[in-house]
């Protein structure tokens, strides 16, 4: 039977670590990188300045209003910076920032997690 099987009375089981009263590190960081298209935009800045609708068109099935909630939410964070190139038509480009660059070697060690394991 395995540790997780085994009752308080056998002196087996795990003990129990008290409760967080605030998220964990880990919690903490899939606020910030997770939710749909996030990592996939800092994947798409990591080596230049993209215009918003190139952005668009490189995360294929995401829509414009996605990209555009998820770049709003990213630029509040830090990760991202919003470059107007033009006004007349309205023309934005954005980059990544150091604190999203940071973020890089976690996702890259997500790619090569999946590409191991095939998920």
Not at 36 to 45: E, F, G, N, V
Not at 81 to 86: A, E, T
Request: hydrophobic share 35%.
């Amino acid at each position: 039977m395995s540790n997780a099987g085994q009752t308080k009375e056998s002196g087996a089981a795990k003990s129990s670590k008290s409760t967080c009263l605030e998220p964990c590190p880990i919690e903490r960081g899939m606020r910030i990188l997770g939710g749909k298209w996030k990592a996939s935009i800092l994947w798409h800045l990591k080596d230049e300045p993209v215009r918003f609708n190139d952005l668009c068109r490189q995360l294929g099935g995401a829509s414009k209003k996605m990209v555009d909630q998820r770049l709003k939410e990213m630029e509040e964070i830090g990760l991202v910076r919003r470059n107007v190139l033009s006004t007349r038509p309205i023309a934005v480009s954005y980059e990544i920032t150091e604190f999203g660059r940071s973020a890089l070697c976690v996702l890259e060690e997500l790619k090569e997690w999946t590409e191991k394991y095939g998920v």
